[in-house]
C-alpha cells in the first residue's frame, strides 16, 4: 500500500457518501427500486471502477452492479453493500452525515457507511490496485466485486444476482471483523399464533432482532398483575389503575440469553391469573429460556454453540394473540426439523406456526483452503493468533458458496456503524487496506 492510494481511496469514499443511499422504497422508480439515493450510489460505484480500469455491469432492474477485472475461469468474489441505514436524528450527529469529514488532525473520517460498507469496498478496490500497478501483476482468475443494494432490509438484490448471474468459485465479505468469520449461524424470524384474549391487552417489542425491553398490559386485574410480579422480583411500574409497564434489558437477538425478556417476565406474573395458551405458554413454560430448550429442546453444535431463540414482539387482543420470534440456528442443524419440532409443540398447545423469513446458514470448513489462506494473511501481517470466529449476524458472505466475512475491523476497532457520527480511524483502515492486497495476491495472482 502507498500514502498516495489511501488518499485516492478517501476521495472516491467521500462521493460515495455524498449519495444518501438509504432504502426509499416510496420514491422507487423504474431502474431504482430501493429509491434514488441508492441509485446514485450505484451509478457513482460503478464510475470509480470504471475509471480504475474494470469492466461493469448494471442490472437494468436496478437491483445491483458489479465490477469485474482478470481473467481466467475461475471468479474471486469480493461481496459489498452500498445502502446504509438512514442517518437517524441529525442532532446527534456533529458533521453533516452525508458529507465524510475529515477529523481529529485527518486521523479519521467520519460520515453514514464509513464502517458499514462503503469504506470496506474502497479499501478492497485500492488494496488490490496497491497489486496491479506499476508492477505488471496479471489476476490468475477473475476478481468480480459485487455490489448489493439492500444488504440493510431485506436482500433482494442478491435474490436478483444469484438468479441471472453465476456463483463465484470464492470470495469474501468485506462487512465484518477481523481474522475472518467462517460460521454465521442460519437465522429464522417466524410467529406463534393464537386465539383472542378477552378484556385485557398484551404489547410488548418493536423489532424481531432485540430482545424486547417493554411489555405492556392493560386490563381490569393490574392490582393482581402487579402483586404477581413483586412476588417474582421483576421490574415493573403501574403506570394507572389498569396498565402495568414490566421491563427487561435489550440486546441483540443473536445474544438473546444476555439480556432480559420483558414479555417473558410479564407472561410469568399473566399465567398466575389467565388461563389464555399464549400466556400459559409463554408463562409457565418458556419464562426466561432464551435458548429455546423448553420448545424444540437442547440445540447446539460443535461449530456454532447453541441455538438462540428470542420471544421478540407481542400482541394480545380482542382480534387474536401473536407473538413474533428470531431463531438463530446452529449451522450444521437441520430447520425443517426444527421447525416441524417447533410446530408440533405450539400445536399441542393450541397455538400455531407461521413463517416470517429465513436465511440459510454460512459455513465454510476451517480447514479448507479459502480459510486456511485468509487466516494466514492476517495472522503473517497482526502477529495475532486470534481463532476465526462463528457469528449470529449475518452477511452477504452467506449468499454465496466458499464465501466468508473478512475484515475490515480488528478486535480492537471501536464500531460505531448504523450509529450516529460513524467514524473511520485512518490507521486501521490502511493497516485493513494491507491486509487486503495481500489477501487478493495470495489468492488472485500467486501460482
Ligand atoms: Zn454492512
Not at 505488471?136 to 433482494?156: A, S
Not at 415493573?236 to 438473546?256: C, F, L, N, P, R
Request: aromatic letters at 8%.
Amino acid at each position: 500500500m502507498t500514502d498516495d492510494l489511501q488518499e485516492q481511496a478517501i476521495k472516491d469514499l467521500q462521493l460515495m457518501v455524498a449519495c444518501p443511499s438509504y432504502c426509499d422504497e416510496e420514491h422507487a422508480e423504474e431502474g431504482a427500486p430501493f429509491g434514488p439515493g441508492i441509485a446514485k450510489c450505484l451509478d457513482t460505484t460503478l464510475d470509480i471502477f470504471e475509471k480504475n480500469g474494470f469492466s461493469t455491469y448494471k442490472d437494468p432492474k436496478g437491483y445491483y452492479g458489479y465490477a469485474e477485472i482478470g481473467e481466467g475461469t475461475e471468479t474471486l468474489a469480493v461481496l459489498c453493500h452500498l445502502d446504509v441505514v438512514p442517518a437517524g436524528d441529525l442532532a446527534d450527529w456533529n458533521t453533516d452525515p452525508f458529507k465524510a469529514t475529515l477529523i481529529d488532525g485527518n486521523l479519521a473520517l467520519v460520515g453514514r457507511g464509513v464502517q458499514d460498507d462503503k469504506g470496506p469496498t474502497m479499501m478492497a478496490l485500492y488494496a488490490l490496485k496497491a497489486v496491479t500497478e506499476g508492477t505488471g501483476l496479471v489476476p490468475n482468475k477473475k476478481i468480480r466485486f459485487i455490489f448489493g443494494t439492500d444488504e440493510e432490509t431485506l436482500w433482494r438484490c442478491m435474490d436478483h444476482y444469484n438468479a441471472e448471474q453465476p456463483q463465484a468459485d470464492m470470495g469474501f465479505a468485506p462487512d465484518a471483523d477481523f481474522p475472518l468469520i467462517y460460521a454465521e449461524k442460519g437465522l429464522l424470524q417466524a410467529e406463534m399464533v393464537g386465539p383472542k384474549v378477552t378484556d385485557y391487552t398484551v404489547t410488548g417489542g418493536s423489532a424481531l432482532n432485540v430482545v424486547p425491553n417493554k411489555a405492556q398490559y392493560i386490563g381490569p386485574k393490574a392490582k393482581e398483575v402487579a402483586q404477581a410480579l413483586e412476588k417474582l422480583g421483576y421490574d415493573y411500574k403501574q403506570v394507572d389503575d389498569s396498565t402495568i409497564e414490566v421491563y427487561g434489558k435489550a440486546v441483540h437477538s443473536k445474544d438473546a440469553p444476555e439480556g432480559i425478556n420483558a414479555i417473558t417476565r410479564l407472561a410469568e406474573a399473566l399465567a398466575t391469573i389467565y388461563d389464555d395458551p399464549m400466556i400459559q405458554l409463554l408463562g409457565k413454560t418458556v419464562k426466561a429460556d432464551a435458548n429455546g430448550v423448553t420448545l424444540v429442546g437442547d440445540v447446539e453444535d460443535e461449530v456454532s454453540g447453541k441455538l438462540t431463540f428470542n420471544i421478540a414482539t407481542i400482541q394480545c387482543d380482542a382480534n387474536g394473540s401473536k407473538v413474533g420470534i428470531d431463531l438463530r440456528i446452529p449451522v450444521t442443524v437441520d430447520k425443517d426439523e426444527l421447525v416441524h419440532r417447533l410446530s408440533e409443540k405450539l400445536e399441542a398447545n393450541g397455538l400455531e406456526y407461521s413463517e416470517v423469513d429465513y436465511v440459510a446458514s454460512l459455513y465454510v470448513p476451517q480447514d479448507s483452503t479459502l480459510v486456511k489462506n485468509l487466516l494466514e494473511v492476517y495472522r503473517d501481517y497482526t502477529g495475532d493468533m486470534e481463532e476465526p470466529l462463528v457469528s449470529g449476524g449475518a452477511t452477504f458472505a452467506r449468499t454465496m458458496n466458499n464465501c466468508v466475512a473478512f475484515g475490515p475491523f480488528f478486535p480492537y476497532s471501536d464500531n460505531t456503524e448504523h450509529q450516529a457520527n460513524e467514524t473511520l480511524d485512518l490507521k486501521e483502515m490502511r493497516q485493513a487496506m494491507d491486509i487486503y492486497a495481500e489477501a487478493f495476491y495470495r489468492l488472485a495472482f500467486k501460482e
